[in-house]
């Protein structure tokens, strides 16, 4: 479709503040400073809050006012800047990415073959010229050259010469303007110095410099489709349709968009979930490792809360929806992955400048460089030829790739570990933590109470407690649900406002409720606390039996005791910050060893907390879940939350961890901290090369080809770095485990 027949309108959404949203596919994205003149271009534009692009997925997300601009304006500027925009669509964009991998290889592999052939008669002059070649054997050579050159030269050197035409066209540099210069001005000075009978002629360095760029440019391409898969590894897990129930009692299948809250769906085994929900009928097994981050099977009944992209097992389930499609938690892990590769470090912000000045910098260098050496009386024709070394081996493709090829596969990583970015600096600040501060509840703890003494309790009572409190509203009856498994209610029960529920069963009372509603002494109670304190006591009575008491409290996450030795093993200073009673929070710290803790925290006391840390020159984690940790998560140097942390909580922190196990903290801590050496090593090693390569090439000891070699083998080494990240990470991660 012509993009001046699309209505941009229909693809923009509106925005939480009050703005509008619009996603594009953009073609021609090739390096960092692409990206750079996009981002600048567009914020040129009157109402344009945020423009962000992703140079992995070439995706670009803009937020304006839609009372100062409109959809048709950024359209139009992205087409005068040179872009070509296109809705995004993942499976439409995979497709132009697949169709742009294939003309790279299929121009890689003219260019290779061709450069092969040219570079067996180059081999053969060049023996000539030291033995006894004719002139006119020399020059049908080189015109033999010359015939398999310009073709070739035309056909693989399209990638350069359309993003460059466009570049061009828009009045502005890109990368691609100095290969392009290079590549012509080798091509034209061959063909002079081949109609001049020279010795010498330079089309085996064009060929093989348009060979090595387009073997760069597919690795690059390739590297990104790699990382790309991730992320649509996770839009996969997205259903598009759901099989909504009518009122009726019909089943029919609708796309997603008309899911609305409160609408029941039925979940077929071995389908995906499609909506956030709430089970309420049926009995299956979840994988939900999405969510929790463990592969082990979840069994679910009725009152369980699935999430859309987990599988469902083999029973058939009808879930009451709760989330509508595009708030679903899938969504919000979509949502975050996109924010934390479009956001932009310290280090981005540097690389991003460096490639913004290389236009002007290596087009100076070069000509500089060309009347230095006519200035010392070399000829135009080897002056030229150095010039075009020198303006190949500058271009920063390196420093383009330095730090988004680390800070992709370090996201990668994260997620693996059950860790999504929500700020495009958090790897940055989380390699500078030396000071790690938890809250207490559903941090160190488990979100939801649960029963601790199950073994105290006959299993075939406890059985009957867990379907009498599924008819009971009070807080606590879920943990006895879960505990006892129980998935069939009691038909007729009766409720006693703040004390309890009650039913006859095989003709016996059967009592559920406060240990006073059940007739439990209150020595017996206190003598309970006193072997689990903290803790909420129910009881259950049957019949005439003696009453049981079941205590109920957050226990400890699994790994709790482990990731806290670990972290200190690892040099950090722990605390506990809580605004819960100090006998809990006391009983915490002990278990775990750690012993600065303060009780009956209010928010204004966290803040004042660690303003006090950073007073001391401490770089501050804060790790909370709560609504009273907000303020605090946002005023730490960084901070992280646990998925089941309320929706405030979670926009105050900078990352968000999944599971129901603390091992993410850890894992974060120290893939960050490999992220930042694998930049700063990127970044030297770029730097590195610069300031080796360009005197080399300037002093005249590097030809056209040489420098062709030498630019590929530097983005080469930056992205295999990268990606050394991958095996690095797993090493680690078990040493430290």
């Known amino acids: 479709m012509s993009v001046h027949a699309r209505d941009w309108e229909a693809f923009v959404t509106p925005s939480d503040d009050g703005k509008v949203h619009m996603d594009l596919a953009v073609e021609g994205i090739t390096c960092a400073a692409c990206m750079g003149e996009i981002e600048r271009g567009l914020a040129r534009v009157p109402g344009i809050v945020k423009a962000r692009v992703n140079l992995t997925s070439q995706r670009l997300a803009v937020d304006w006012d839609q009372q100062t601009t409109d959809a048709d304006k950024i359209v139009a500027e992205l087409t005068r800047l040179g872009y070509t925009a296109h809705p995004f669509d993942p499976a439409s964009q995979k497709d132009r990415q697949d169709r742009t991998g294939k003309t790279l ?25 030291a033995t006894d070649i004719t002139p006119e054997t020399r020059d049908f050579f080189h015109w033999l050259s010359a015939l398999i050159a310009l073709p070739t030269v035309a056909y693989a050197g399209r990638p350069f010469f359309a993003s460059a035409f466009r570049a061009l066209q828009a009045g502005r540099l890109n990368m691609d303007v100095p290969i392009v210069i290079g590549v012509t001005l080798a091509v034209a000075l061959s063909l002079v110095q081949t109609i001049q009978h020279h010795h010498h002629a330079y089309f085996e360095s064009a ?127 979509n949502r975050l992955l996109e924010a934390a590769s479009q956001a932009k470090s310290l280090y981005v912000r540097i690389a991003d400048r460096a490639a913004q000045l290389y236009a002007p910098l290596v087009h100076g260098a070069a000509a500089l460089t060309f009347f230095a050496w006519l200035l010392l009386g070399l000829e135009w024709q080897p002056a030229l030829v150095i010039a075009i070394s020198v303006l190949i081996i500058t271009c920063p493709c390196a420093l383009g790739l330095a730090v988004p090829a680390v800070q992709v596969v370090a996201s990668g990583q994260l997620f693996r570990s059950g860790i999504l970015l929500n700020s495009g600096d958090a790897i940055e600040r989380l390699s500078d933590v030396d000071t790690i501060v938890f809250d207490k509840t559903g941090t160190l703890t488990t979100a939801e109470p649960m029963l601790v003494d199950q073994a105290g309790v006959a299993a075939d009572l406890l059985a009957l407690a867990g379907r009498l409190a599924l008819s009971s509203r009070h807080p606590l009856s879920m ?99 809580s605004g819960d009673r100090e006998g809990a929070v006391r009983n915490v710290a002990e278990e775990l060893a750690i012993t600065h803790w303060k009780a ?82 990127n970044l030297w090693i770029s730097a590195l090369y610069n300031v080796i390569a360009v005197p080399v090439a300037v002093a005249g000891f590097v030809t056209p080809l040489m420098a062709a070699v030498a630019m590929s083998a530097s983005s080469i080494a930056v992205t295999a770095n990268a990606l050394r990240l991958r095996v690095g990470d797993a090493t680690a991660l078990k040493q430290e485990g």
């Open 207 to 333: 060929v093989m410099l348009l060979f090595f760029l387009l073997v760069g440019r597919y690795l690059d391409h390739n590297m990104r489709g790699r990382t790309r898969s991730f992320a649509e590894n996770i839009a996969a897990l997205k259903a598009e349709v759901a099989a909504r129930i009518n009122d009726d009692g019909s089943v029919r299948e609708v796309p997603l968009s008309k899911i609305q809250p409160g609408d029941k769906v039925l979940v077929m085994s071995g389908d995906r979930v499609p909506v956030d929900g709430v089970v309420e009928e049926g009995k299956s097994e979840i994988d939900q490792s999405l969510v929790t981050g463990e592969t082990v099977l979840h069994p679910v009944c009725a009152g369980t809360r699935v999430y859309a992209g987990t599988l469902n097992g083999e029973g058939t389930l009808t879930v009451r929806v709760t989330v509508a499609s595009g708030a679903t938690l899938l969504d919000e892990v």
């Open 105 to 129: 290889l299929r121009a890689m592999a003219v260019a290779g073959f061709a450069g092969m052939n040219i570079m067996l008669l180059s081999i053969s002059v060049w023996s000539g010229n």
């Open 479 to 577: 943990a006895l649900v879960k505990a006892s498994g129980a998935i069939v209610p009691f038909e007729e029960v009766r409720e006693t406002p703040g004390a309890g529920v009650e039913t006859i069963h095989e003709g016996q009372r059967l009592q559920l409720g406060s240990p006073a509603f059940c007739g439990v002494p209150e020595n017996d109670v206190e003598a309970l606390l006193r072997w689990y304190p903290g803790s909420s006591i129910m009881a259950v009575r049957y019949g005439s039996n003696k009453a049981a008491l079941l205590p109920l409290r957050q226990t400890l996450r699994s790994d709790a005791a482990k990731v806290i030795e670990t972290l200190k093993a690892r040099g950090f200073q722990l605390e506990i910050l």
């Open 600 to 681: 009956g925290m209010r928010p204004a006391d966290k803040i004042a907390h660690l303003e006090a840390l950073t007073a001391d020159g401490r770089k501050v984690l804060m790790v909370g879940d709560g609504l009273n940790d907000a303020p605090a998560l946002a005023r730490a140097h960084v901070s992280l939350s646990p998925v089941t942390a309320v929706h405030l909580s979670q926009a105050a922190s900078d990352a968000v961890f999944l599971g129901d196990k603390l091992a993410p903290v850890a894992d974060s801590l120290a893939i960050a901290g490999r992220a930042r050496r694998a930049i700063e090593q």
